[in-house]
């Protein structure tokens, strides 16, 4: 039986809606240039600055994470300057890609995937390019399930240089601490279908004072993500266009569950649910991507590199219980399997995964014994 309403979706985005969200989203249509929509674009936008950790207001686009990070490259630099990008990932190599598109000289930094920039790395990098004009970061590289060290990186690149930091926050904002503010990051992005619960189509933007100097100088052209554009608008509690009012009524549900959890509940339980998920997979002996420092609370990746079996062979047996789990990209394509833990995700839904996971090794003849991914995972919980 494979009930759709029952289907757990572990992969790293999208995440499964709650109830609460599904509901809120399913109010009737209003006008988006009457008082209820510029009410509720406000409330997202106030409640957004304890996500991103800033005074600023963000900004709200349509569009999915990729829009965002398209207008962080078209807003910051300009054909003619010179930017870093660090990867670690796909989804650092899209950043690198962007900026290439658009005419930017591009420094890349790229770090073996499945571990995280480290900030010595970057200083020496960041020195040896001194035109950089932005410095591109990744927070949770998805694809490799590791967290980069955003505070750390951000100050060995302002100890350096003047360059911008623009950080992928997509698929971990929510779900671990963000003080852009204090870090002194001067763009950060997000999108809305991880951490925040919500189907794909916004994405989020919060902007330093210095990068609005330096976007409001920019002379390239560009029109439906030039963020002046939604900056001025929401001083005016309003889009440039129209905006995702159904999404938005989703946004505001959202924030307001996360509120009710409690911030640092919130990253808490993320904790856990990644700790749960490498004590399991540890217990069944299946070796693990990244190390405990580099991990991401929101993603797990199991290194098929290491298996005598394969981990796509692992998805389609888990899909059939269905539990359905992510595999690689790139050259990590078909090499390993990542399992999503963030946004609508307890410590329940990772006992289900673990168990589900440990029945696909059994039926595959991987030499696993029942219930011990689960026990360990048990043990994280009960503090044993
Ligand atoms: C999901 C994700 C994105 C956005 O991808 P879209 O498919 O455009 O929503 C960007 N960066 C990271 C790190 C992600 O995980």
Redesign the pocket.
Known sequence: MNWQDKAHLRI??PTPIPLRIQQAMSKPMIGHRGQAASRLLQECATSLRALFGTTHTPLILT?????A?EAAVTNAVQPGDEAIVVVTGA?GD?FAKIVERYGIALHRLDVPWGTSCSPEQLATFVQNHPRAKAVFL??????TAVLNPIAELAKAVHDHSDALVIV?G??CLGAVPCHMDDWQVDIMVT?S??VLMLP?GL?MVAVSERAWKRIEQQTQPRFYLDLTAYKRSMEQHSAPYTPAVSLLYGLKEALLMLEEEGWENVFARHQRLMRMTRAGLRALGLPLLTSDDDASPTVTAIDGRQTAWDTESLRKHMSEMNVTIAGGQQHLKGQIARIGHMGYCDELDVLTVLGVLEMACFKMGVPVELGTGVKAAQEVILHV
């Open positions: 790293p985005g569009g999915s994470g990729t829009s990070l989804f899209r990744t927070y949770c590289e998805t694809s992928d997509v698929s999108g279908q991880k794909p994405a």
